[in-house]
C-alpha cells in the first residue's frame, strides 16, 4: 500500500508561535493555503472545528473552489445538525467538490466547550449519541428508499435524502482513544485518527481497534497526526524544536491563551500527556515539548530530525499498519511546502521501495 498525505488548513494566520493575524475569516489566506498543499503533493487537507469559529463547511467549499486535485477531511460535531440534514449538507458539498469530500466524526472531549453550542450530555452520552447519528447518516446517505429510524437519540420516520455524495461512499473518519470511542469506530469507521503517541502505545491501539472492528466483520484503515519539526542537520532540528517551544511558552504567558481548552475527559489527552511526563524525547525522534506545555490538548507531538530521520520516523508508523499520516507545521504555510520539498517525497519513494508491485 501507498502512504496517504494529510495536511490541515485554517481560516487565518496563526498558530503555536506565531499571533493571529488579519481577518478572521481569510478568504485569501484560506485558498492559498489549500493551494500550497495541493502543490507541495498532499492527499488531503483536514478542516477543524472549534465552538467559536467559522464553519467548515464553508471554509472547504471556499477552499475546494481553489483547487482542482487536493481532497477534503471535513469534521463535524454530532448533536448540533440532525443526521438526516447533515447527511443532504455533505452529499451536497462532495458534489460541489466533484467527489473530494471525508468527513471526520468528532464526539467531543471536553464538556465545557460543548455546552457553548447548547449540548449538556456527558461524554459516555456524546459517544451513544455518535452511534445513532451515524446510524441515520449513513441511511441517508446511501439508501434509495425511505427509511424508519427509532434509535435512543434519533427516531424519523420515511426519511430520504435524495441528493447523494458522488463518490460511492463518502469516508468517514474517527478517533478517540477511550473504549467507548473504539466501539463506535468498529461499527462504524473507515479510517482511524490517533494523535502523536510513541510507537508501543501506538500499536497497542491498532491492535485493540482491528480487534474490536474484527467482531463486526469489518476493516479499518489508521491515520496518525504530527507535527514534524525538519532541518538540513540532525542538531539544527533540534534547536529549531526548543526554539518553538521557548516562542510558545512565552506566547502563552503573555496572552493567556491555551492553545485549544485543555481537554480533561479525553483519554487521548491523557495518553499524550502521560508520554510527556515520560520524557521530552521518545523513540528517538518523537518530542513531547509541546504537548507538555498544551497538557496534551491537542495533536501536539513532534518528529524531529533531518527529512531522512523524520522520514524513516513514519515508516515505523506505517508498519504498524497506520497507512496515513496528517502533518501540519508550527509555521503553517511556510511549513507545508517545506514538507513537500523532501520529506513528503522522500517517504514515498521509501514507501515504494518496499513494495515490488508499485515500484514496477
Excluded at 38 to 49: C, I, K, M, P, S
Excluded at 119 to 132: I, V
Excluded at 198 to 223: D, M, S
Aim: glycine share 8%.
Amino acid at each position: 500500500m501507498s502512504i496517504q498525505f494529510l495536511g490541515m488548513i485554517g481560516h487565518r494566520l496563526a498558530s503555536e508561535t506565531i499571533p493571529a493575524s488579519g481577518p478572521l475569516f481569510n478568504k485569501t489566506y484560506i485558498a492559498d493555503f489549500a493551494r500550497a498543499h495541493e502543490e507541495a503533493g498532499f492527499d488531503r487537507v483536514l478542516v477543524g472545528y472549534w465552538s467559536d469559529q467559522p464553519d467548515g463547511f464553508l471554509v472547504t467549499a471556499h477552499a475546494a473552489a481553489s483547487t482542482s486535485r487536493l481532497t477534503f477531511l471535513l469534521a463535524h460535531r454530532p448533536g448540533f445538525v440532525s443526521p438526516t440534514l447533515a447527511a443532504r449538507k455533505l452529499a451536497t458539498l462532495d458534489q460541489l467538490t466533484d467527489g473530494r469530500l471525508a468527513v471526520h466524526i468528532i464526539s467531543g472531549g471536553n464538556d465545557a466547550e460543548q455546552r457553548r453550542d447548547g449540548d449538556f450530555l456527558n461524554k459516555t452520552e456524546r459517544y451513544k449519541r455518535t452511534d445513532d447519528f451515524l446510524s441515520v447518516l449513513k441511511q441517508s446517505l446511501t439508501s434509495e428508499q425511505p427509511y424508519d429510524h427509532q434509535g435512543e437519540y434519533y427516531q424519523t420516520e420515511q426519511a430520504f435524502s435524495a441528493i447523494k455524495p458522488l463518490q460511492t461512499t463518502l469516508p468517514v473518519y474517527f478517533g478517540g482513544s477511550s473504549a467507548e470511542a473504539i466501539q463506535v469506530a468498529a461499527r462504524h469507521a473507515d479510517v482511524f485518527a490517533l494523535w502523536g503517541e510513541p510507537l508501543a502505545g501506538a500499536a497497542e491501539t491498532v491492535r485493540a481497534v482491528r480487534a474490536a472492528a474484527a467482531k463486526y466483520g469489518r476493516q479499518i484503515g489508521f491515520n496518525i497526526s504530527f507535527r514534524p519539526i525538519v532541518a538540513a542537520t540532525e542538531k539544527e532540528a533540534w534547536e529549531k524544536a526548543e526554539f518553538i517551544r521557548e516562542t510558545a511558552r512565552k506566547k502563552l504567558l503573555e496572552s493567556g491563551h491555551d492553545f485549544g481548552l485543555l481537554k480533561p475527559q479525553s483519554v487521548g489527552a491523557q495518553r499524550l500527556l502521560a508520554a510527556a511526563n515520560e520524557g521530552d524525547r521518545l523513540d528517538k525522534n518523537l518530542w513531547t515539548g509541546i504537548a507538555k506545555l498544551v497538557s496534551g490538548g491537542y495533536n501536539s507531538t513532534s518528529l524531529v530530525g533531518t527529512p531522512d530521520q523524520v522520514s524513516d520516523a513514519l515508516l515505523n508508523y506505517y508498519d504498524l499498519g497506520i497507512e496515513s499520516v496528517l502533518i501540519r507545521g508550527f509555521d503553517p504555510l511556510n511549513d507545508a511546502r517545506e514538507y513537500g520539498k523532501a520529506l513528503i517525497p522522500l517517504t514515498r519513494e521509501k514507501v515504494a521501495a518496499r513494495n515490488p508491485a508499485r515500484r514496477a
